[in-house]
């Protein structure tokens, strides 16, 4: 997945040269809204995707994203979306739009920021490198990810699967319960190619927003520009 990337979603026209561009309350709202609706956007228009397929829609049956053999199954998926909006068209009828954002909005704008925010920060930090398609092979993309530590309740909530990620990429078959004790095993025998980083999961989410902005086209191993100290 890290051959060929070579940086981040382009930003909108209007935000290039942006005299907010450089601010803290620019990087805060940025994120946020990355944070909150990055997974809808990803299925309306591939955003963050792929360059070759930037807004191509996951809701499309006949998208560059899915194979001939799929189309059925794109339409099957669409129908369920149709009668889900359906249902909660009807139910802020019934009981009220407020109560149906209150109730199944909000709870859906959690699940869109943890979904984006755990997946932003497995692969995106300063110390993971990209691959030119001269380099790169399974193991050493399997390894372009970090492990990050979010505190005993959210580690626990959420089933590790943000603290044992790079044995779930070396091992995408194993079962989840067994992730824990892979990576110690793990851990030591890759040394200094494993990637792990404490920072407070906020702290990180904003700074590597900010920092890990790009990376040039050149040589075979590229890390992001316009960072700070990378992560242990």
């Known amino acids: 997945s890290y051959r060929g990337l070579q940086s981040k979603p382009s930003t909108p026209a209007w935000m290039t040269d942006s005299i907010f561009d450089e601010t803290p309350l620019y ?8 944070s909150l609706f990055g997974w809808p956007m990803y299925l309306y228009r591939n955003a963050s995707g792929p360059k070759y397929a930037r807004g191509a829609s996951h809701f499309n049956p006949s998208s560059v994203l899915f194979r001939p053999e799929q189309f059925g199954q794109i ?9 889900t909006i359906a249902v909660l068209t009807y139910a802020s009828w019934v009981f009220s739009a407020a109560t149906v954002a209150f109730y199944y909005g ?30 790169w092979n399974f193991v050493r993309g399997a390894l372009c990810t970090v492990d990050r530590d979010f505190g005993w309740i ?7 699967i943000q603290d044992s990620h790079v044995a779930h990429h070396v091992f995408s078959q194993m079962p989840h319960y067994h992730a824990l004790e892979a990576t110690v095993h793990l851990k030591k025998k890759l040394g200094k190619y494993y990637h792990f980083d404490d920072t407070n999961f906020l702290v990180a989410l904003y700074h590597n927003f900010k920092h890990c902005q790009f990376i040039e086209d050149t040589g075979s191993v590229q890390f992001f520009r316009n960072t700070s100290t990378p992560a242990n």
């Open 154 to 160: 959210l580690n626990t909530c959420l089933h590790h």
């Open 75 to 83: 339409v099957i998926s669409d129908v369920g979306l149709l009668l």
């Open 106 to 135: 909000v709870p859906y704008l959690m699940v869109n920021f943890w979904l984006v925010t755990i997946t932003f920060l497995q692969h995106t930090d300063a110390a993971v490198p990209h691959y030119a398609d001269d380099s």
């Open 27 to 34: 990087h805060l709202a940025m994120v946020t809204a990355q």
